[in-house]
C-alpha cells in the first residue's frame, strides 16, 4: 500500500512474518496469535470478531475507540517481536527479507493481457467441447448458455451452467461419474483412501483405472475419462486468470513466502506461484502451461536476465560427503552423466553428438541429479514412466535389460516386489511393467555401489543416521566437508548463523526417526535428512550470491531457487550476465573445495530467456 499508492519506499523492511518463519519454522503457527504467545509478549487481543461485517457508520464511538486501541496493540506487539528477532538473525538473512518483499512492494516484470486472455479463453472452450462431445449440455438453458426473460426482454446468461452451456455436475461427481462408467459397461475400481483407509474410487489421472480408461478400444468411454479429468483440472484456467487479474493492473508483483520450506527456501504465494511454470501437472505434459512464462515480460528498453546454478545440489552433495571421484569429475569439467552412463551400458556413451545416445545419457543424467538423495526402484521407475525432469516418458524394455546385462531372477523371485509391480498404477501390461522396473533396480543399485562415500553404510547416509541420534540426545557432531555444520539438540546449526529445525526428534520402538514439522510428526531418515542438507545448502550459497548481486544495483525480480532472475536497462543486458554468471560460479569461503558452475541467458520474456 505504502509502495503503490502512496510511493513510499523504505530504505529496509523489517518483516517479522519472514522472521518467524526462520526462526520457529515455516509451519509452527506464525499468525501474530501465536507468536505472542509463544515468545511471551502478551497478547494480540480480539476486538477484530465484534468487527467482521460493520462498516464504519456501524460503530458506536466507543467500539471505535476500542478498534483503534486494537489496532495500536497489533502494531506494538509486532514492535516487541522484532526486537526479539533482530538479535537471533544475521545481517545477511534481514538483507535477503527485504530482498524478497521488494519483488512484491516494488515489481517490474508486466503481463502480457492480450496472451492471457486467449489463454483462459483457450482452456474454458477445451473443458466445453470434452463435455459437449459426451453429451453434457445444459438442460436449463438446452447449450445456448443464456435463458430468455419473461416479457422478450433480451436474454441473460443461464444461472445454472454460468454461461458455459455445459453441465459439469454429472462428471465431476464420484458417484455420478461411476454410474456414467457402469451405464459404458465399465465397472469402477477402488483404491483405499490415505487418510481413512477405506475405499474410495480409483479417478485420480494418475491411478491405473483411469489410465486404463483413457486408453480403452470404446471411444465413449476414453472421451468420458477425458472430460472428467479436463473437468477437475483447474489449474491452467485458474492460475491464468489469476496471472490475467494481476496484468491487468499494471507491473505484477511476486509474492513470495521466505522461507517458506523446512529447508528454508522460499516457497510460492498469492497462489499464483511464480516458482512453478513447469509445462507439466502431475508427471504429465500441459504445453498449454506454457502461456504463462510466455506472458511475463519487461517494459520497453528493459531485458530479462538470467542465471542458474548448474547441478547445484548433486555438487553440493559431492562435497559434503566427500565423494572425490565425482567432486574431481565436476572440477575438471567431465559429463557425469554421459560417463555414469557408459558405465551401466558397458559402452561408450555421448548424448550431446551422438543422437542415439541421448535417451542413455539422459537416463545417467537422472541417476546422477535423484539417486543420491535416497530414490528406490519403484519411485525411479515411477519417475521414468511419467517424463524425469520435464521429458518425455522412459519406459525400460527387453533391448534395455539386455543392454545393462542385467539378471532378472533375483527381482522376479521375490514375491514382495513383484506384489508392488502388480499394485503399480500404469497403462503397461504386467510383463512390461517387470521389466521397466527390475532394470529401474539395476540402475539405482550400481549407482549405489559406485558412490559409497555417500549411499554407503559408513557413507553419507549412514552418518546422517548418526546426526537424527545426536539431535535426539542433544550431542554435539560436526559433519560435513570440514566439519561445516553441527548438531544441538533438535537441531542442526549451519555456515552462517542458519539453522534447521527438528523439534521433538525422536525414535520409536521400530528405530523409525520423526520430528513434529509444527503441525504433524513427519519421518525423517538417512537419505532423507541428506536431500534436507543438501537442498538448505544450496539455499544458503545461491543467498549470498544473490546479494551480491544485488550489491551493484541489479534488480532482482525473481528467485525460483537455484536460479536468479533479473531486470536490467537493455544496455547493459549483457555485462549483467557475464557478471551473475561469474558470481553463481564461485562458492562462499566457508566452502573450499566445492566447485560451482553457472549458465544463463536474457530474454524480453521469461520464457525466451536464452
Known sequence: ILSHHYGVRPAMHIDTLSMARVIDGPKAGNSLYDLCLRHGIGTKGDFVTYAKGKRLADFSRDELHQYGQYCCNDVDRTYDLAQKFLPLLPADELKLIDLTIRMFTEPVFVGDVEKLQGAVASERQRKIELLRRIGMECTACHGHGTTPNLFNEPATMCKTCGGLGVDKKPVGSNEQFAALLRGLGVEPETKPSPTSGEPIYAFARTDGFMQSCLEDPDEEVRFLAEARIGVKSNIIETRAQRFLSSASRGPMPIYLSHAGAHTLRPSGGDSMNFLNMSNEIGGAPRPEMAVLKQS???????????????????????????????????????????????????????????????????????????????????????????????????????????????????????????????????????????????????????????????TGKYGFWGQMEQVINAMIDGREMTFGAHGVFRTAKERIHGPTGLWLDYRGIGRDSDGEATYWDGRKRTKIYGSLLTENIAQHTHRLIVSEQMLEIADTGIKIALWPYDEVVCVVPETAAELSLQFMVSVMKQAPAWAPGLFLAAEGGIGVTYAGVK
Open 296 to 454: 511475463i515480460q519487461v517494459p520497453p528498453g528493459f531485458k530479462i536476465v538470467a542465471a542458474d546454478s548448474a547441478q547445484g545440489e548433486v555438487r553440493i552433495l559431492a562435497w559434503l560427503a566427500g565423494q572425490h571421484d565425482l567432486l574431481t569429475a565436476f572440477m575438471q569439467g567431465r559429463d557425469v552423466y554421459n560417463e555414469f552412463a557408459t558405465e551401466v551400458y558397458g559402452r561408450p556413451i555421448d548424448r550431446k553428438r551422438v543422437k542415439a545416445d541421448y535417451t542413455p545419457g539422459f537416463v545417467g543424467k537422472v541417476c546422477i541429479l535423484s539417486f543420491g538423495f535416497g530414490a528406490g526402484w519403484f519411485s525411479a521407475a515411477q519417475t521414468f514412466l511419467k517424463g524425469a525432469l520435464g521429458a518425455p516418458p522412459i519406459q525400460f524394455k527387453q533391448a534395455d535389460m539386455e543392454a545393462l546385462g542385467v539378471d532378472p531372477s533375483p527381482f522376479l523371485n521375490s514375491p514382495y516386489k513383484v506384489a508392488q509391480v502388480e499394485a503399480m498404477p500404469s497403462r503397461l501390461e504386467l510383463t512390461d511393467r517387470l521389466i521397466h522396473c527390475l532394470v529401474s533396480e539395476a540402475l539405482v543399485q550400481r549407482y549405489r555401489r559406485k558412490y559409497q562415500a555417500i
